[in-house]
């Protein structure tokens, strides 16, 4: 059964960094992406960023360029997302998420093109 599961969360302070983790197992079917998504209190859930499994292509939403870095591990079929700068208004519950199709700049970010997600990862920026 295909699994993602999440993991590097925890409390930082503002201008802290942290690392993400996503650890993909059990896929019958190879997926073409993973993204990372994020859901603050009050809000709804939006894309921080994706990697396109077969070429690397990678997308990052505006609040997340400039800070957060996406990268894999084909070998640990371990997605990462490294984060900076962090500040309160990062603060969500982080969700990885993967997709049998291959998205573009236009789609990566819509949470119905994914198949799969993980449990989340609580982040929280604060001092």
């Known amino acids: 059964q295909a699994q993602l599961v999440e993991s590097g969360g925890g409390l930082v302070q503002p201008g802290g960094s942290l690392r993400l983790s996503c650890a993909a197992s059990?896929?019958?079917?190879?997926?073409?992406?993973i993204s990372w998504f994020r859901q603050g209190p009050g809000k709804e859930r939006e894309g921080v960023s994706c990697?396109?499994?077969?070429?690397?292509?990678?997308y990052y939403s505006d609040s997340a360029k400039g800070r957060f870095t996406i990268s894999r591990d084909s070998a640990k079929n371990t997605v990462y997302l490294q984060m900076n700068s962090l500040k309160p208004e990062d603060t969500a519950v982080y969700y990885c998420?993967?997709?049998?199709?291959?998205?573009?700049?236009?789609?990566?970010?819509?949470?119905?093109?994914?198949?799969?997600w993980g449990q989340g990862t609580r982040v929280t920026v604060s001092s």
């Open positions: 059990g896929f019958t079917l190879d997926y073409s992406a």
């Open positions: 990697i396109i499994r077969n070429d690397g292509t990678t």
């Open positions: 998420a993967a997709t049998i199709y291959t998205p573009y700049s236009g789609s990566w970010a819509r949470p119905y093109e994914y198949q799969h």
